[in-house]
């Protein structure tokens, strides 16, 4: 997964809790990105960041918030986790804003009951 | 919003077969196009993409065709492996405008031995 890992992998957590995903890259690239995966509909962008403490939103960032205080390091909180942020979320860095040359890290499954 | 979307679901083929999915979209002002592969458990890979100044385009084993009158593309598989089984979907993007990628939902393609 060209160099990119989330954690945790698997996370099951309860409705009003906040939850913080991390990502992290070994490959020094200056983008990186957040999207959640559900059935039917494709990969959605939520945050994405050009740099280190440069975050922007994407098309779903309602409920979400990140944070870059390092170039290989995005975090994604949902500050009060609700059942319909239960998806796949899926890292992505690129060398090149929302370059074809995104590669995706493993996901994290998160489970809000 | 983007309309991607993929004509059939799920496809099943013989191995050794040719395989086609196929890709439709929305937005005529969209000028650049992605295929990815997502096994089980894995993030999305790259595996082809297409400008709109082009029609076609061929990789290791795929073929990408455009249709910019009908809006739809087409990723073809020649000679379908077991190791080809995952869900393909297509992502389109407006290159130079910083507009984000929008993503189709997939198709799962099977591959019989």
């Known amino acids: 997964d060209a160099g990119i890992t989330q954690s945790p992998r698997h996370k099951v957590t309860e409705t009003g809790t906040p939850v913080t995903l991390r990502c992290h890259q070994t490959?020094?690239?200056?983008?990186m990105y957040w999207y959640r995966q559900d059935p039917g509909h494709g990969l959605r962008l939520i945050h994405y960041?050009?740099?280190?403490?440069?975050?922007d939103k994407g098309e779903v960032s309602d409920g979400y918030s990140v944070s870059r205080s390092k170039t290989e390091d995005f975090l994604l909180t949902l500050e009060s986790a609700t059942s319909s942020q239960t998806s796949v979320y899926f890292c992505?860095?690129?060398?090149?804003?929302?370059?074809?040359?995104?590669?995706f890290g493993p996901g994290t499954r998160l489970t809000v009951t | 919003g983007e309309s991607v979307g993929l004509h059939l679901p799920t496809l099943s083929v013989q191995e050794g077969d040719n395989s086609i999915i196929n890709c439709a979209y929305s937005?005529?002002?969209?000028?650049?196009f992605i295929w990815y592969k997502q096994e089980s458990g894995k993030g999305p890979q790259f595996i082809i993409d297409?400008?709109?100044?082009?029609d076609k385009r061929q990789g290791q084993r795929v073929t990408v065709l455009l249709n910019k009158t009908v809006k739809h593309l087409s990723l073809q598989i020649a000679a379908t492996q077991p190791g080809d089984s995952a869900v393909y979907f297509c992502?389109?993007?407006?290159?130079?405008?910083?507009?984000?990628?929008?993503f189709g939902t997939g198709t799962s393609l099977t591959v019989i031995p």
């Open positions: 992505a860095i690129s060398v090149e804003y929302l370059s074809y040359e995104q590669y």
């Open positions: 490959e020094n690239h200056r983008y």
């Open positions: 960041s050009y740099g280190v403490k440069d975050t």
């Open positions: 937005n005529s002002a969209s000028d650049y």
């Open positions: 297409i400008r709109s100044n082009m």
């Open positions: 992502a389109e993007n407006q290159v130079n405008t910083g507009n984000q990628f929008y």
